[in-house]
């Protein structure tokens, strides 16, 4: 996926200036797409230099003119040939994982920190995911427009509930001492 389908994704939603676009990334596709505004702006431009998007100028009083941008049909042409391809599985890339995988090597002390750290991370956006879910989504049914975003935001809740059972148990599991903070030279 690149960042512009998931733009093209964000405008299927409405007209929205590049501002009101990184705001929406950072409240929902951005949980599961990461872009930094910068990233958000540069696309804009390459997405409308394809004629993907077209973007309109508001004058407004007492403020700055804004570039409010909309779908073009060769945008919604692109947005469903990208739909249609195959999704790719994520691929875990966990640094965490590998401290684990080589616990002999390492000190406990950090890594019980780092878990915490994860545990605590995990259980914040388990509970943010929740709030959006309820307020967006409150008799847990949605219009056939929203069913994706509905199935979404439940896979992520139980994602995030899966890494905080998980967290536990590690930090369960772990030993309260350093096993061995060095290699030894004989391995």
């Known amino acids: 996926m690149a960042l512009g389908d998931a733009i093209l994704a964000c405008l299927t939603e409405g007209p929205m200036t590049g501002y009101e676009l990184a705001k929406t990334f950072d409240a929902s596709i951005g949980f599961y797409w990461k872009a930094n505004h910068q990233q958000i702006y540069r696309e804009l431009t390459r997405l409308r230099d394809r004629g993907h998007i077209q973007g309109c ?8 003119n804004k570039l409010v941008y909309t779908l073009t049909s060769e945008g919604r042409a692109a947005l469903r040939h990208w739909g249609a391809r195959p999704s790719v599985p994520p691929s875990i890339k966990d640094d965490l994982l590998v401290r684990l995988y080589a616990l002999e090597g390492v000190d406990i002390g950090p890594l ?3 878990l915490m750290a994860r545990l605590e991370h995990h259980r914040d956006r388990a509970s943010r995911y929740e709030r959006i879910l309820n307020k967006r989504f409150p008799e ?3 219009s056939p427009a929203d069913t994706g975003k509905l199935l979404a935001l439940r896979l992520g809740v139980r994602h995030e509930r899966v890494v905080v059972e998980w967290c536990e148990e590690a930090l369960q599991a772990l030993p309260a001492r350093t096993i061995g903070a ?3 030279p004989e391995r």
């Open 57 to 64: 100028e508001v004058v407004q009083s007492g403020k700055p």
């Open 140 to 142: 847990g049914t949605a």
């Open 182 to 184: 060095a290699i030894s």
């Open 112 to 114: 019980r920190a780092d």
